[in-house]
């Protein structure tokens, strides 16, 4: 009888060792996501991060053309003062100023502009949103209680890359 209470109280024992290691087990798992590179992920192939970039080569389409007709302007005038003709090149040096001075305001105006665009991307609710949402997601099908970003360096002094759920969040997110 004393064998069978020993073997009973040892079986307890075990049982609640074993519950309690994957208790322990399930509470400390744990990811770590590159939020950095989620994000660079996310606006690289995304539409406004396209018309972003549309526009800027557009802009700077129309500067090269714009500077090219002022360089051009330039060798006529060139030409008209070595063949000495005087009032031809005070013309075309009034012409050359008018449109650098535009060239300079147009450049100015269109760099704020896409300034202004690349601070919304930068600062985008719905890529927080949909990010939370899918780190959610992932987290909870994959049973992770917590995920930190490696962005918080001074938070993670170490991580095993079997942690790194970066690129399965890049993949939710449709990328």
Same mark, same amino acid.
């Given at each position: 009888?004393? !064998? ?27 990811g ?23 526009? !800027? ?7 090269? !053309? ?5 360089? +051009? %302007? ?7 003062? !070595? +063949? +000495? ?7 075309l040096?009034? #012409? ?13 105006a ?6 202004t665009?690349?601070? =919304? ?6 890529f927080?949103?949909? %990010?939370?949402?899918?780190? =959610?997601?992932v987290?909870?099908? #994959?049973?992770?209680?917590?995920? %930190? ?5 001074n938070?993670? %002094? ?8 970066? +690129? ?8």
């Amino acid at each position: 009888m004393n !064998k069978n209470r020993l073997a009973k109280l040892f079986a307890v024992f075990f049982a609640v060792a074993v519950s309690s290691a994957a208790f322990a087990e399930q509470i400390t798992r744990f990811g770590v996501v590159d939020t950095a590179r989620v994000y660079q992920s996310y606006f690289r192939n995304s539409a406004p991060v396209r018309n972003y970039e549309s526009k !800027k080569a557009q802009f700077q389409e129309e500067i090269n !053309k714009r500077t090219q007709e002022i360089q +051009d %302007l330039q060798q006529k005038k060139v030409e008209y003062e !070595k +063949d +000495d003709n005087e009032a031809a090149a005070m013309r075309l040096e009034a #012409e050359i100023t008018r449109k650098t001075d535009f060239l300079t305001e147009y450049t100015n105006a269109k760099n704020i502009e896409l300034e202004t665009i690349k601070n =919304s991307l930068v600062r985008s609710d719905a890529f927080y949103q949909k %990010l939370y949402a899918t780190l =959610s997601r992932v987290a909870e099908s #994959e049973g992770y209680s917590m995920i %930190l970003s490696l962005q918080q360096a001074n938070g993670v %002094l170490w991580y095993s890359p079997s942690v790194d759920i970066t +690129d399965q969040v890049i993949r939710e997110l449709g990328m």
